[in-house]
């Protein structure tokens, strides 16, 4: 790196040109994000997820229409529990939102489609009993 001292006529007054156009660059910037702040911070891409109103989740409310009418539901019928018991979901399209909370935790086990467009609770997973462990053969010494 050489020395201001060294450096030719020519070569300090580039400096300071590209200096004046790195002040003025950085006066536009200071501009810019003054006018838009959402671009100096963008918003985090996952949401958090929130805790549930009134004590129960969606699932367990659903869970709870469908238990207490002891048959199988539709997605019309479920809202129509779930409005009973103080509980909405709070979409352009409910019903649809229902839906994809069925199909999606159907395939997780919790809800069984048992015609089109009808569920009930899945029965819970049965756990086979434990076998008694078997007799081990005692070795032959030699």
Excluded: D, H
């Excluded at 002040?23 to 200071?30: C, G, N, P, T």
């Excluded at 006018?35 to 549930?52: G, M």
């Excluded at 935790?105 to 009930?120: C, D, I, N, P, Q």
């Amino acid at each position: 790196m050489r020395l201001v001292s060294e450096l030719s006529l020519a070569e300090l007054n580039e400096l300071v040109r590209i200096r004046g156009e790195i002040e003025k660059l950085q006066a536009r910037m200071a501009a810019l994000l003054a006018q838009k702040p959402s671009v100096a911070a963008p918003r985090a891409a996952v949401r958090p997820v929130r805790k549930a109103r009134g004590g129960l989740t969606r699932i367990a409310a659903v869970t709870k229409v469908l238990e207490s009418a002891g048959k199988p539901l539709n997605t019309k019928e479920i809202l129509e529990g779930l409005r009973a018991i103080g509980k909405t979901i709070a979409s352009p399209n409910p019903q649809k939102s229902l839906g994809v909370l069925l199909y999606g935790a159907k395939t997780r086990g919790l809800f069984r489609k048992v015609s089109a467009g009808r569920f009930t609770v899945a029965a819970p997973p049965t756990v086979p009993a434990a076998k008694p462990p078997k007799a081990r053969r005692k070795a032959k010494k030699s």
